[in-house]
């Protein structure tokens, strides 16, 4: 479960979540997206979890375990493919990251820098982001090669309690930057002029992505799961993460 979380928790929750509801009327997208999330994100990552527990095995083969001889393992190796594509991604992004705690540490990144120039020149080069992606690689195939339990599950043991940290820190120093609370009445005071069918796909999109609905990741994690764990618990986790 801890696992799933950890895939679940990530880039979307911290770096698309918050531009993606500022340009989206804020409350409104919020609502929706909390919505969304419950009566449709969620159910299908319970589908996930009881194919990939009842299966045993990994995105295909828990498909030729439940309907051998079917078109369905199609459906994970499309999702297979679809986490390669999601890599190429994240692997760029990741390098960013591990490039932006290195210049942390040079003084660089302070208050009232110019982070313009500082992504422009130095993060997004192209051999600081070739390095660093590299770099991001090789340490995301040391944790991966380890599997589930002993390689994702006990990074994550440091890693998630360390992000919930970080966030706490984040939510109390955005309290007290200026016109904080009305950055908060924007998220909580809904405009429904807002509400149109682009800000409803967008809402949808970002439920999908906060509970990890995409490229079937989902289905080998719940093959570690025994038959006595709760599934809608197991569900909850990620959303109450993710929230």
């Not at 770096?15 to 609502?31: C, D, I």
């Not at 009566?39 to 990939?52: D, M, S, T």
């Not at 909850?236 to 993710?242: A, D, E, G, S, V």
Request: charged share 10%; glycine share 12%; proline share 5%.
């Amino acid at each position: 479960v801890l696992a799933a979380a950890g895939s679940a928790i990530g880039l979307g929750a911290i770096w698309k979540f918050p531009y993606t509801a500022g340009t989206n009327g804020g409350a409104v997208f919020f609502l929706l997206f909390l919505i969304f999330t419950i009566l449709v994100a969620l159910p299908v990552q319970l589908a996930e979890f009881y194919i990939g527990r009842t299966g045993g095995k990994n995105a295909i083969d828990s498909f030729k375990v439940l309907r051998p001889g079917s078109q369905w393992p199609w459906v994970g190796r499309m999702g297979v493919a679809a986490c390669f594509i999601l890599l190429s991604f994240y692997s760029v992004v990741g390098g960013w990251v591990l490039n932006y705690v290195v210049h942390s540490f040079t003084g660089e990144i302070h208050a009232g820098a110019d982070f313009e120039a500082l992504f422009g020149k130095t993060i997004s080069s192209p051999f600081g982001s070739l390095f660093y992606q590299g770099l991001f690689m090789l340490i995301t195939i040391w944790v991966v090669k380890g599997g589930v339990s002993d390689g994702i599950e006990k990074a994550n043991r440091v890693l998630m309690p360390g992000l919930f940290i970080l966030f706490i820190a984040l939510a109390i120093r955005s309290l007290t930057l200026p016109g904080a609370m009305e950055g908060v009445a924007f998220l909580l005071k809904p405009d429904w002029s807002y509400l149109k069918p682009g800000t409803m796909l967008t809402a949808l999109g970002q439920a999908f992505s906060a509970l990890r609905i995409r490229g079937a990741p989902l289905i080998p994690h719940a093959s570690y799961l025994g038959q006595d764990q709760a599934m809608l618990r197991s569900g909850h986790l990620p959303l109450w993460r993710n929230g």
